[in-house]
């Protein structure tokens, strides 16, 4: 097909398809007001599906459990965790989010049969019981990098002054070649003065809050959790992890919702839904991802389509003496054992590679409503990816040959973020799995996705 | 309903590099966000981060035919002699004089049906480097590659699909990343045609994105880099040659060097060729390559590049049948024609492009000279204030999916005959040697410094000039 007939037909197409819409508008306004319903804000829905999931402080107690955690090779994995008061296990431990120049006060109550300890890396001052904390020692050894909570029902309260903003980890000292690769850790959050929408205290660190996502990146080695499991020796010489997570989920659980019901023990997605970035719109912002690495080895995250631009790492903002910016961009984020990095990011439609899907009627496209300029494959000559609507075009859909599956919704699309150590993009075995993720963007709202 | 996206006028403010237009101008920022940063009090104001936004623009020549051809398929190449790796190495089906079965992609631009059926088999590692200029609003002309999926010779059991993906493109749409789940591949025998408007100079990288821990590592891989708006002034710097668009000469530089990085997991690759699966988390880097090679063979010469059909692409050489003509002397580098020799005359400032697609860290030295890095993953090294970030190195940690941008200048040649020596080489030995005796090998090249005057102008990226 030539452009100019593809151009047309796609036209007479998709004026078809903005009739339906409106259609499909009309009756949802109709039923809604009905029902004298008020219809939830796409942004609300959508904080609670994708997300951070924040347990708010600054008073957290986090108890020590033992589970269970699925893994995409259809595997199951004992762990030990942090939960949050009486909660049930969850891996990873919550998100710890506190405010700048809170006095936070984390409980650790301990159940596990050894003494556990938390380390607030990043925190100055910390105080166990009230008192400076401090490593622990047996006879001259050192047994913790801090005070630990004695086993089976032993109790520590540590306290600190969140005073920078930024992310960080918090993770056991205590035997923690064991006791983190079991699972305790999890990510602390202090928002900065400014505003719970900034990532610093600079202007320039000024993000959409409902496109602010975590990148935890793990790892396990299931001999390790087995000897565990079993009251067995594990020999750290032999560690060598078979199964690398996000989150605490490996694909494709990775981009199930917040909380799926088939993933009791693992609450966190990791899907980046958002909007593309409007740049007419003054108030529009960009994304955030909060990128953590509790694992052993420095892991290269990438994200398709988008240069992450890095603003801090480990809590502190990315500049000068003076303030001057010291950020930059990156299309692989490359995150060593313990760090965090802060990366603001944003997806732009920049070629207008939009169609004319949108054209109110009467306008003529011009130059800002770009086709794809190649002459499309015959869908019988083109491999379908699970989650390709049919078109190339934001928002729009096709009809898929008979038998081919699609999860897409309404011509949304999927910009895969990966490990790009591939070899780790398996599950013992189950290539093509774990550490992946998607970046979804939605098309201008309204859309058949929400209403 | 309606998307109409406004884009602000804006000031061009006279430099043709500068076509990237910030969003908020630091007034309309200020009415924004003035509020928060006066309840602030003390923080640092800098404008905020709009991104740099791009102006669409309709390209004059959409519908013109490809400007690069490349084919997918399986082949195979050759490693230096070394003690056997189990099994696994040297492969024992592998046809003389080659030893390590691979995938690959190979240029085919040119060639007639016939020559690219040919074809089939004969891929080379690294990919074919190829570069683009930048995107120019005011000759706006989109770069199209199309790509073939030859099929797999040895396994025609995988029929597998193929794509073309540009890692770190900005902005790029699920149709054109060749990400197969987030839109379509290639299958065996079919085309698909992918454009680009590359905005944002620098190094980038391009693989198959298809089963890509497998078609990565199998060797789909190659450096793919974009040239700034601002060559062709020579008011800056006297080659008129840049890495980016500085506005005061500090990336120019007089000769320019890709150095691909890449590895071999032994077991893998002969799995591939034996219809065995390995498992992936057993993971080692047997060899690591520059540019498709291991030392002593990165510093063989290319294979015959034709310079004049070299405009985007290295144009190797073929016989009338579509075949790779082999380096001079090397006929077992038939399917590894880059080299990796850098050659430059005293006082010359040298670019070297380093991308890297192995799976481990890598950690480049360079011995006796300071490299200044002044990008990285294709951005310039400045602040969005416009400070400056470069910085002095002698050594690149360089891990997977990053790019390096990096000028040295060549320093006085020490007198007598011949060049001086300076050797570029992975500072982690385990990945700087072939496994055998001497220690050395791997990814590992050397530099050649020779009297001014000495060496050619360079006529396409790594050309010796001699």
Redesign the interface.
């Known amino acids: 097909m ?2 100019d007939t593809y151009t047309m037909e796609r036209n007479i197409h998709m004026r078809a398809g ?1 009739a339906l ?2 259609v499909l508008a009309l009756v949802l306004a109709t039923v809604l007001s009905v029902n004298g319903a008020t219809p939830a804000s796409a942004q609300t829905l959508a904080a609670d599906r994708v997300g951070i999931v924040c347990t708010d402080g600054p008073s957290f107690t986090l108890t020590t459990k033992t589970g269970y955690i699925s893994l995409p090779d259809a595997n199951t994995m004992f762990m030990w965790g942090f939960s949050s008061g009486s909660d049930s296990f969850q891996h990873p431990g919550p998100v710890l989010c506190v405010n700048q120049g809170d006095t936070v006060t984390v409980v650790l109550n301990n159940t596990l049969p050894e003494p556990v300890s938390i380390m607030f890396p990043g925190q100055e001052n910390v105080l166990a019981n009230g008192v400076p904390a401090q490593p622990e020692f047996d006879g001259g050894a050192l047994t913790s990098l801090t005070n630990t909570a004695a086993a089976n029902g032993g109790t520590v309260t540590y306290s600190f002054v969140a005073s920078e903003p930024g992310t960080y980890l918090y993770e056991s000292g205590t035997d923690p070649e064991t006791q983190v690769r079991m699972g305790l850790f999890g990510a602390l959050i202090v928002r900065p ?3 719970s929408n ?1 990532a610093y ?6 993000f959409d809050p409902s496109e602010e996502f975590m990148v935890l990146l793990s790892e396990i080695d299931p001999f390790q959790h087995q000897a565990v499991e079993q009251g067995k020796p594990f020999n750290m010489n032999t560690y ?3 199964y690398w997570l996000i989150n605490g989920r490996g694909f494709p659980d990775s981009i199930a919702d917040n909380f799926a019901s088939w993933l009791p023990t693992q609450p966190y997605g990791a899907l980046a839904q958002i909007q593309e ?4 719109n ?2 529009d912002m ?1 994304g955030m991802a909060r990128y953590l690495n509790v694992g052993t080895e ?1 892991f ?1 995250f ?1 994200p ?4 992450g ?1 890095v603003v801090g790492r480990d809590g502190r903002p990315l ?2 003496p ?11 984020i ?1 995150i060593g054992p313990g760090q965090t990095w802060d990366v ?1 990011f ?9 169609g004319d899907e ?3 009627d009467g306008v003529t496209p011009n ?2 409503y ?1 086709p ?4 499309i ?1 015959d869908m019988a ?8 609507s049919g078109s ?1 075009y ?1 928002g729009k859909s096709e009809v898929l040959p008979t038998g081919t599956p699609t999860l897409n919704q309404c011509g949304e ?4 973020s990966h490990n ?7 599950s ?2 189950a ?2 799995t774990g550490p992946i993720t ?1 970046m979804r963007i939605d098309p ?1 709202l ?1 859309n058949t996705c929400t209403p | ?8 006028a804006q000031d061009p403010k006279g430099d043709k590099g500068m076509i990237e237009n910030t ?2 101008s630091r007034r ?2 200020l ?3 003035g509020g ?2 006066a ?2 009090g003390a ?9 740099k ?2 102006r ?4 004059v020549a ?2 013109g035919a490809p400007d690069l051809y490349l084919a997918g398929t399986d082949g195979w190449m050759s490693l230096p002699p070394g003690p056997p790796i189990g099994f696994f190495w040297p492969d024992d089906i592998a046809p003389e004089p080659f030893n390590t079965y691979i995938f690959g992609f190979r240029n085919i631009t040119g060639m007639t049906p016939t020559q690219k059926a040919n074809q089939k088999n004969k891929a080379q590692h690294s990919a074919p480097l190829f570069w683009l200029d930048q995107f120019d609003p005011n000759n706006p002309v ?1 770069f ?1 590659v199309q790509v073939t999926n030859l099929g797999l010779a040895l396994r025609p059991d995988l029929f597998d ?1 193929h794509t073309l ?1 540009w ?11 060749g ?9 065996t025998g ?4 992918y ?1 680009y ?1 590359p ?1 944002d100079p620098g190094t980038y990288m391009y693989h198959c994105h298809v ?4 078609h ?2 199998m060797g789909m891989t190659g450096l793919v880099f974009v040239r700034p708006l601002q060559d062709g002034n020579t008011s800056f710097y006297s080659s008129g040659k840049y890495m980016y668009n500085d506005g005061d000469g500090s990336t120019g530089f007089d000769r320019e060097f890709a150095m691909f990085l890449s590895e071999v ?1 032994a077991e893998s690759h002969w799995a591939d060729s034996h219809i065995q699966l390995p ?3 057993d ?1 080692r880097a047997d060899f690591s390559l520059l540019n498709g090679r291991s030392y002593p063979d990165t510093i063989a010469p290319n294979a015959p590049i034709d310079a004049g059909a070299s405009q985007h692409a290295l144009a190797v050489g073929t016989d009338p049948n579509g075949e790779l003509v082999a380096p001079d002397g090397r006929p077992d580098l038939q399917y590894q024609p880059h080299s990796s020799l850098v050659t430059c005359n005293a006082g010359e400032r040298v670019a070297l492009r380093f991308a890297n ?1 192995g ?3 890598q950690a480049m030295t360079l011995a006796g000279l300071q490299m200044r890095v002044v990008g ?4 310039h ?1 400045r ?3 416009g ?1 400056d ?1 470069s910085y002095e190195t002698d050594t690149i940690n360089i ?4 790019s390096y941008d990096v000028i040295f200048t060549a320093p006085a040649h020490s007198g007598g005959t011949g060049p001086d020596t300076y050797m570029l080489y992975n500072r982690n030995y385990t990945r700087s040697g072939n496994l055998d005796d001497s220690g050395f090998g791997g990814q590992q090249t050397e530099i050649h410094v020779y009297p001014t005057g000495s060496v050619a102008a360079q006529q396409y990226p790594n050309d010796w000039g001699i």
């Open positions: 030539t452009r903005y819409l409106v003065t400014v505003g900034f205290n600079r202007a320039d660190s000024q060598h992890p078979r970035f409007d740049p007419a003054l108030a960009p420095d290269p990438h398709h389509g988008n240069n631009l500049e000068g003076t303030g001057q910016d010291l950020s930059f961009e990156k299309f692989a490359n603001i944003k997806w732009f439609d920049a070629e207008s590679y939009n949108f054209l109110p130059s800002d770009n794809v300029p190649v002459t494959p000559n083109q491999v379908i990816g699970v989650f390709y190339p934001l699309y999927y910009i895969i790009h150590a591939l070899f780790q993009i398996t013992w075995g290539n093509m998607y201008p309204p | 309903m309606s998307h109409l996206p406004s884009i602000p969003t908020r309309e920022f009415k924004v966000a928060v940063v309840a602030a923080i640092a104001y800098v404008p905020a981060w709009g991104g936004v791009l669409p623009e309709a390209a959409a519908d989109d199209r699909a993906h890692h770190g493109f900005r902005n790029v749409i699920p149709f054109f990343d990400e197969p789940s987030g839109s379509v591949s290639v299958p079919r085309d698909f045609t454009v408007r905005r089963e890509d821990v497998e990565v590592h997991w498992e992936w988390s993971y697609l799976f481990r860290e990285r993953d294709a951005t090294m602040g969005r204030d400070t970030t891990g997977p999916g990053e």
